[in-house]
């Protein structure tokens, strides 16, 4: 049986801007002010036919382009596809950052120029490199949900069941059927293929 | 709400109007969204506002606010003219349509798009698309209801329904949508000035037979008012307390209080600085000669008051240190239980009102009912041995066994706690039990006629028997009226019934003649005078035995004739944007002893033409972050991260006509003579005519930082102006709950 690939959805079919997904992430990870793993994004506002909301955050991408950049090899990939990084390691260079289509990664801005801390992003609710659901895991990753068997927080507390996460085939199964009911309308989610490459 | 979110998903039309679910009710927007996936349902937003609802629908119209009505008859114009309407369902359970076909045939797609500004082509399409797509369920909140003519809006959304017979239907009904945690219930419970629990009036009869359910003296209760006639007499709102305390002040209004005014003020768990005239309710509040303010969080009614003595804050318990039931939108119960004791000094909001009954020297006479117990024939007694009662159950046994009106004889505690810890044995979208709880419906909506009623999912439905949750309209204003029947017609009735269309509610007198067999004289011991004061349960037992809706089957009425408007009509808001409409369509006359207090209608519309000064449109509403007046949102520090500020929603044209510029400070005066500071925010969501305000902020009044008067440590992560400070005055003529949605301003640069 191959791995499960983990892969998040952004259904913008259901997505109405409730921040309920960034609100739960920041609480349950207990993040310093601003920073943003996850955030809601509406384009167009106020413009019939036009305006969009989505969710975004680190896709977690295919031959993630973060890691690919990172000068002192800081990243790691789960076997499962989720993209982590290690903070004792980080310098917070940024070059990820310019890396990123999604603009994922955040600074923290420490002292009076601004200089930057270790970068932090979405772990998919996976934690990072330290024992696992240890103090010192939680401390600088936030909660390891997926260790305990758990949905990440962003995608269980979402209202109306936009935003998916799972592996890959699960994730599809649910659009797949969202978009026949709808006609073989509406299979929109902002960078699902650039994320993902269709693999 | 006649249905529920669930059912929704039933709908091929979704009628959006008055209110904003994706902001308001996101997870129960999530019904809707799947109805248009799953349904192909269509959905209609009309709203004065591009909303997070509108960007998901179909179809808007923009509208004009306060001028709903004329939209309705717009569509009902079009409806009754091309003769889409429901005749057979008209004829047999509407009274008084022909007064509604009248009206509508004045409110022509020129003449509504005039007044609404709405195109013609746009009402056409909505309306056809409407009248095509059956079953249609329409949904409202505060958008309708908070006008002036608020009551009027409510009575033509399901005059509309009736008229294409979408009322009493899976995927049809009036969603009327609730605005937070239990507002069903603690209107069920008599929140309300004038009535008593479960809708009982303020009559004789029913304070008698709360009298008897209390296990307490008439007498003793009447010896609680000035004199009896205080009995029958509603009491202030919400909406104008402080008019009772301000009264006899120059330019305040007259009240008719018993020769005194207001003095003290006990508020629990209720943003009451954010309703309406918040300048008005800051002098009430340092008038009065007490104030006491029992809430988990700090209220702000304590920050916006200028008083330096008799003022009481008591830190009262959040749901998560208290239990017992809640009341959803769709009129089902769960159960709340409780995860941790209160913490520090709380304590629940039962055990504050305890209290304060000791220290009133009425506690005994307080509690007393839930000491007691019911016996099969229907009269109380204590219970022997009790030594304590247990809260909250006997008090849920309480509410069950007394609040017959609407039917809670199935609400026990038992059955509530089964629903609630089985809620996954239950149909996501009919709400139907599986297993040991097939047959009843999640939470037993109300009516649950008895405990062994499952509960009724869709008010008004006849396709289903009594039994399994099928009813027809109640019959409350009588057998007839002006010679024409009241009783709904033949072949209406709901499934198995014995009587094959209209009856009048079940009595003692009438009970043997519709169930057509006469009783023993046992039997009829059991019977109270009529359904609603039977407590041994005997006449619903009977009707329900018959298939028959205890409170009868009649036609609804499209014509209220105690109303001042027998029909919905059309009058312009007090500060109308249309001088040259308000001639056509005025305001009411002045309103003696509304809810105490001389109410202004007319005096306040013809005083001038406001427009001359005031020549934008404002309309108040709820963000997505934050509810009520926002005391508890505004202490999460994450929500206060996304929305840190007061803001005003300004369309860059009118903002950029005024100086404004995005991200600066602008000032928005009322024609009150009330004025707010805030941000500006350039916003295409309006139209470059009008502004939108948030209500959900507290702290700051008319520029001046109240928020040193927070105790040390208590101040939220975000304060800012209140959207009602600028909110003039205007209040329902029924209700009187404030007119919040249709008001004028001036903006400026600050």
Redesign the interface.
């Known amino acids: 049986m191959e791995n499960a690939r983990m892969k998040f959805y952004c259904d913008e079919?259901?997505c109405?801007?409730?921040?309920?997904c960034?609100?739960a992430c920041?609480?349950a990870h207990e993040?310093p002010?601003g920073i943003a793993r996850r955030k809601v994004i509406t384009i167009h506002?106020?413009?019939?036919g036009k305006?969009?909301?989505t969710s975004i955050a680190c896709m977690h991408c295919t031959d993630a382009p973060c890691e690919q950049v990172c000068p002192v090899d800081c990243f790691y990939i789960r076997e499962d596809g989720v993209v982590l990084h290690d903070k004792e390691k980080c310098i917070g260079c940024g070059y990820c950052l310019y890396a990123c289509p999604f603009g994922a990664p955040q600074f923290p801005r420490e002292g009076i120029f601004g200089s930057k801390g270790a970068m932090d992003k979405c772990t998919m609710c996976a934690g990072g490199p330290l024992a696992t659901n240890s103090h010192h895991e939680f401390e600088l990753y936030g909660q390891n949900r997926i260790a305990e068997g758990k949905v990440p927080v962003c995608a269980a507390m979402c209202?109306?069941?936009a935003l998916l996460v799972g592996d890959a085939e699960s994730v599809s199964n649910v659009i797949r059927a969202?978009v026949a009911?709808?006609?073989g309308k509406?299979f929109n989610s902002y960078g699902w293929d650039k994320a993902y490459k269709n693999q | 709400m006649t249905n529920s979110f669930g059912d929704i998903q039933n709908a091929k039309s979704i009628f959006i109007i008055g209110c904003n679910p994706?902001?308001n009710h996101?997870?129960g927007?999530?019904h809707i969204?799947k109805a248009k996936?799953?349904n192909?349902a269509k959905i209609i937003v009309i709203d004065p506002r591009?909303t997070?609802?509108?960007?998901?629908a179909d179809y808007?119209a923009q509208i004009r606010p306060g001028t709903d009505i004329p939209f309705v008859y717009g569509m009902l114009h079009i409806i009754f003219k091309n003769g889409w309407e429901d005749k057979k369902y008209i004829e047999d359970r509407v009274y008084g349509m022909d007064e509604i076909r009248a009206e509508a045939a004045k409110w022509t797609p020129q003449v509504v798009a005039d007044v609404t500004g709405v195109s013609a082509e746009t009402l056409m399409e909505i309306t056809t698309v409407y009248a095509k797509n059956s079953p249609g369920t329409l949904l409202w909140a505060m958008g309708l209801t908070q006008h002036t003519i608020g009551t009027g809006n409510t009575r033509i959304a399901p005059i509309l329904q009736m008229a294409l017979g979408y009322m009493g239907k899976a995927g049809g009904g009036t969603n009327i949508l609730r605005g937070h945690d239990n507002v069903q219930g603690a209107t069920d419970m008599g929140c309300l000035s004038d009535t008593l629990p479960g809708y009982y009036g303020l009559v004789e009869g029913s304070w008698k037979y709360y009298a008897r359910m209390w296990g307490v003296e008439y007498d003793y209760i009447k010896s609680q008012f000035k004199d009896a006639s205080w009995m029958g007499k509603p009491g202030f709102t919400l909406a104008r307390w402080w008019a009772g305390v301000l009264a006899g002040k120059p330019g305040e209004d007259a009240i008719e209080n018993a020769g005194t005014n207001l003095k003290a003020l006990v508020v629990m768990g209720c943003g009451i600085t954010s309703t309406s005239q918040n300048l008005k309710i800051q002098q009430g509040l340092d008038n009065l000669e007490l104030l006491v303010i029992a809430d988990p969080f700090v209220n702000e009614a304590a920050i916006l008051t200028n008083r330096k003595d008799n003022l009481f804050i008591l830190p009262s318990a959040t749901q998560f240190e208290s239990s017992g039931t809640v009341s959803a939108t769709n009129r089902s119960a769960q159960w709340r239980y409780k995860v941790v004791e209160p913490l520090y000094e709380s304590k629940a909001d039962q055990d504050i009102m305890f209290e304060l009954a000791k220290r009133l020297g009425f506690y005994e006479e307080y509690t007393r009912s839930m000491m007691m117990r019911l016996k099969s024939d229907g009269h109380l007694e204590m219970t022997p041995d009790k030594k304590t009662f247990q809260w909250p159950e006997d008090a849920t046994i309480e509410i069950s066994r007394t609040l017959r009106t609407i039917g809670m004889m199935g609400w026990t505690p038992e059955r509530i706690k089964k629903h609630t810890d089985n809620w996954h044995m239950f149909d996501e979208i009919t709400g139907a039990g599986k297993g040991d709880m097939k047959g009843e419906y999640y939470g037993l909506p109300w009516p649950c006629w008895s405990v062994k009623h499952g509960g009724t999912p869709n008010l008004y439905n006849v396709d289903v028997p009594v039994s399994e949750g099928g009813m027809g309209f109640r019959n409350n204003f009588g057998l007839e009226k002006d010679g024409v029947s009241l009783l709904s017609g033949k072949g209406s009735a709901p499934i198995g019934s014995k009587v094959d269309g209209g009856y009048p509610e079940i009595t003692k007198e009438n009970i043997e003649k519709l169930i057509g067999r006469t009783l023993s004289a046992a039997e009829k011991d059991l019977c109270g005078a009529n359904w609603k004061t039977c407590t041994s349960g005997k006449l619903v037992d009977l009707a329900l035995e018959a298939g028959l809706t205890p409170y009868g089957n009649a036609k609804a009425r499209a014509v209220v004739w105690n109303f001042p408007d027998r029909i919905p009509l059309h009058r312009e808001p007090l500060y109308s944007p249309r001088p040259d409409l308000v001639e056509k369509y005025p305001t009411y006359a002045d309103k003696a002893n509304h809810f105490r207090v001389t109410t202004k209608y007319a005096t306040i519309q013809k005083e001038k033409d406001y427009t001359k000064e005031f020549p934008i449109v404002m309309t108040t509403g709820r963000l997505?972050?934050m509810m009520g007046a926002g005391l508890e949102n505004r202490a999460?520090?994450?929500?206060c991260?996304?929305t840190p500020e007061m803001f005003c929603d300004i369309h860059p044209e009118l903002a950029q006509k005024n100086g404004i510029k995005n991200g600066h400070m602008m000032w928005v005066h009322s024609p009150a003579g009330t004025k707010i500071k805030v941000k500006a925010k350039y916003?295409?969501?309006?139209l470059p005519g009008m502004v939108f305000l948030p209500f959900h902020f507290g702290g700051f009044m008319q520029g001046v930082d109240m928020t040193g008067n927070f105790p040390a440590g208590t101040k939220p992560y975000a304060s800012g102006e209140c959207a009602n400070t600028v909110v003039s005055y205007g209040y329902d003529i029924i209700t009187q709950i404030p007119a919040s949605k249709a008001g004028l301003c001036r903006v400026e640069k600050a």
């Open positions: 079919s259901r109405i801007e409730c921040d309920g960034s609100i920041a609480e993040l002010a506002e106020g413009i019939p305006e969009v909301s209202s109306t069941k969202r009911a709808r006609g509406g | 994706a902001v996101p997870v927007f999530g969204l996936e799953r192909n591009f997070k609802s509108a960007a998901k808007f997505v972050t999460s520090k994450y929500i991260a996304l916003s295409y969501t309006v």
